[in-house]
């Protein structure tokens, strides 16, 4: 399987904006990347995911690097709300399995 | 929609009894999965499920049974529970299990085995 690798955890003030980095340098050319999140004592929720092309959403945007080996999580104004742990997985096309690593905590002060 | 839910939130269990964990999805999907937990790591895998009547293995399968009767539900049965499964057990279904699809996640349920 193609592991992540995250930075334990990181600091942003409210209203700025985050770069939360992901590595993935034995990415094969099928995987997706994903990008969920879990808040405190929640369920993770599904933030954005992509294939190649950078990609937006309501939530966040997506940056993938030119060679796939990495990836950074855009959040454009973070508020108190997005204090969570951000996880950064790997999916093949037709596999079922989706490994979590340790993620990012991500602290926001106000 | 209520998604995906899951019950009970909390339990203790006392070492070698039994339990079974309810998760039910309103949104017909076909995939669901069940996820433990343990503190300061992320999520595996224990069970999954292709469609009613249909389950299999993940990464941390041992110690606990599932069953699909229905498209809507899919319990965890724990047998004889151990201190090792304390944890926070996470259910979630997608409509497909493609690599390009959305996984739903329930609520949780904590388990605290003494």
């Known amino acids: 399987d193609a592991k992540t690798t995250q930075p334990n955890s990181m600091e942003s003030n409210e209203e700025e904006p985050v770069h939360l980095p992901c590595n993935h340098s034995?990415?094969?050319?099928?995987?997706?990347i994903h990008w969920y999140r879990q808040l405190p004592s929640q369920g993770p929720e599904y933030v954005i995911h992509?294939?190649?092309s950078n990609v937006n959403n309501r939530m966040a945007s997506l940056a993938i690097a030119e060679d796939r080996k990495s990836s950074t999580l855009i959040l454009h104004r973070a508020t108190l709300r997005d204090a969570a742990v951000y996880y950064c997985?790997?999916?093949?096309?037709?596999?079922?399995?989706?490994?979590f690593g340790a993620g990012t905590r991500l602290t926001v002060k106000p | 929609n209520a998604g995906v839910t899951q019950t009970p939130k909390f339990r203790i269990l006392k070492i070698g009894q039994s339990m079974t964990l309810q998760c039910t999805q309103d949104?017909?999907?076909?995939?669901m999965y069940w996820y433990r937990q343990d503190p300061g790591m992320g999520l595996k895998l224990i069970y999954y499920?292709?469609?009613?009547?249909?389950?299999d293995k993940g990464e941390v399968p041992n110690g606990y049974n599932v069953s699909r009767s229905t498209t809507e539900d899919f319990p965890l049965r724990l047998e004889l529970a151990a201190p090792s499964q304390t944890s926070v057990y996470f259910c979630?279904?997608?409509?497909?299990?493609?690599?390009?699809?959305?996984?739903?996640f329930g609520p949780g349920t904590r388990l605290l085995v003494l």
């Open positions: 034995t990415i094969s050319g099928t995987d997706y």
């Open positions: 499920s292709v469609g009613a009547g249909i389950t």
């Open positions: 979630a279904s997608s409509l497909t299990g493609r690599g390009s699809e959305t996984q739903y």
């Open positions: 992509g294939l190649t």
């Open positions: 949104m017909n999907h076909n995939y």
């Open positions: 997985i790997l999916r093949e096309p037709s596999y079922n399995d989706m490994r």
